[in-house]
Every structure is written in structure tokens, then in C-alpha cells.
């Protein structure tokens, strides 16, 4: 994308493959999991199990995954971020909004590069993660250290505690929910992370936690009408309970039959929220006789690009926004 505008936000999600596919799932998964942030293991051990284990099958595996969402104008996390861009950047006219991605493209690195042959006045780098964690918002800064050279960068770690974005997910549910529907559970499902990174100090589980409860809060919800968890453990190793596979089968055994699923640590809909909650985890209820249902990502709502532009100004007028 061209810059006309003395300043750019910088619009960063995780990233996706180019197709659902094997090969571009395979070279989408060798870069996002080859990260050391990803995946802490020395390389000289991983990268053999990596690519001689992990990718071969687990590349079929994810294509199949992504064919089930793929929308007809691509990824959704790709389609609804780059929806997202385009409304920030309609409340910023004296701004270039660019997308980016961490992993796969339009690639972070890519867009720092060009960047640095003409440098605007100010870079603002919004990270799509409401909370902060060294596993997602961290890699982007590692990018912005290594490419960002010379550009009068302003980073955004955390916007979890943004009245304005917490309004947004609190309506958003109420708009999915009517009167009826105050029986329904609650559910808060995050995205997970190995325990020992939470024990090295992360402060993502704390972050998703004060969500959770400010967003029940919002929702005039009881302490027994919600609870959350944590979703896509990947490998071995212990990571954040309750999981939400583990939580929807204990609700289930409790008697519970009508559940709404949300993801408030997603910004967008992508494949862990689309498949892994909306159609798996779904199926995973229906099997005990219940119903859920998934309410969507705030996407590329107006009141998302609201909160997020405000956040972005206010970041621009008072410096880096970080959390405490």
C-alpha cells in the first residue's frame, strides 16, 4: 500500500496461509512455529522435529481444518482484518492504515522495509490482541526491532482494559443474546498458552481473567452464569486450564444444556474460532445432547473500529500505551 499520509498505523495480526492447501499450510506452519516466542526449544532440536514430524502431517492436517472456513475471498482472518484496516481507515483520513501480518503476508518485515526508504513522521503498531502476551504481541516487537531501524515506531502492548473495546464485546454479545436467553451459560474461551510461560511471568492469564470478569460485569451476569477457558493446546507439554474442551464437557456433566461461546481474545474470526469452537467444540456439545452457539468476533464491526482508532489517537497524542 502506497503512503500518502505523514503518519501509519500499523494494523498486525497473527497471520494465515495463502490457501488451504498443504504446501502453503506446511510453509505458513514452518514459519509461525520455527519462532522461538512459539515454540521455546533450542533449534538444534526442534527444527528436526519440526520439519520431520510436525509439518509433514500436521500440514494435511490444518488444510483440512481451513477448507472447512475458507471464504471466497480468502482466509477469514486475512478478509476480516484487512475489513478492519479499511474502516480504521475510513475514521483516519489523515492516516495510511496498512494490514500486516507476523507470519505469512502481507509480511510485517516486508512492510517495515519499505518503510524505511521513505520513513513517514510516526509509525503507531496496533497489535490485534486485546491482552498481552510474549507469545503473540511480543514476536511482532521482536520484528519491529529487527527491521524497524530508524522509524519513529510507537507501540501499542495492550488495549484489554479499553472502556471503549470492552463496551464493544459486552454489546455484542447482549445483541446475540435476548431476553430468552439469560438462561444460557457463558462461556469465555481464550486462546492458551503453556503454563511455564504464565509462570515465567506472562501476564496474559491475569489480562483474560480481568476481561472475563469486566465483560460478565457488563452483561449483569452472575458468578454461576459464565466461566472461561483456555482453547489450541499444541504439544506436551501443561497449558492454562480449565481447556475449553475440558469446561464444556463439565457443564455438560453439570446439567447444562444451552451455552454461548465467546473468543474476546480474538479480534477477528480465524480457524481457532471458526472450526476448533463454532463447528468442533459445537459437534463436542451436541454429542451430550446440548446446543451451543458461538458468537462471533467483533470483526470489522463499527464499534470495533471505533475503539480501535480510539486507541490508536490517543497512543499517537500520549505515547506508548503499555501494560502496567
Known sequence: MPVTAD???????????????????????????????????????????????????????????????????????????????????????????????????????????????????????????????????????????AHGAGLPLTRIDDYSDDEAWLSAVVESIRRARSQDDEHRHLLFSFHGLPQKVADAGDPYPVRCESSARTIAAGLGLADDQWSMSYQSKFGPAQWLLPATTDEVDRLAAEGVTDIDVVCPGFAVDCLETLEEIAIRLGEQYAEHGGRLRYIPCLNASDAHADALTGVALRVAADGDLRPA
Open 7 to 145: 503518519s501509519v498505523l500499523l494494523v498486525v495480526n497473527l497471520g494465515t496461509p495463502e490457501a488451504p492447501a498443504a504446501p502453503e499450510v506446511r510453509r505458513y506452519l514452518a514459519e509461525f512455529l520455527g519462532d522461538r516466542r512459539v515454540v521455546n526449544l533450542p533449534a538444534v532440536l526442534w527444527k528436526p522435529i519440526l520439519h520431520g514430524f510436525v509439518l509433514p502431517f500436521r500440514g494435511p492436517k490444518s488444510a483440512a481444518l481451513y477448507q472447512k472456513v475458507w471464504l471466497d475471498e480468502g482466509s477469514p482472518l486475512l478478509v476480516h482484518t484487512t475489513a478492519l484496516a479499511e474502516r480504521i481507515a475510513a475514521r483516519m483520513p489523515d492516516w495510511t492504515v496498512i494490514p500486516a501480518m507476523t507470519y505469512g503476508r502481507p509480511a510485517l518485515r516486508d512492510i517495515l522495509r519499505d518503510l524505511r526508504e521513505d520513513p513517514p513522521q510516526r509509525v503507531v503498531v496496533l497489535p490485534l490482541y486485546p491482552q498481552y502476551s510474549t507469545t503473540t504481541t511480543a514476536p511482532i516487537f521482536d520484528q519491529l526491532d
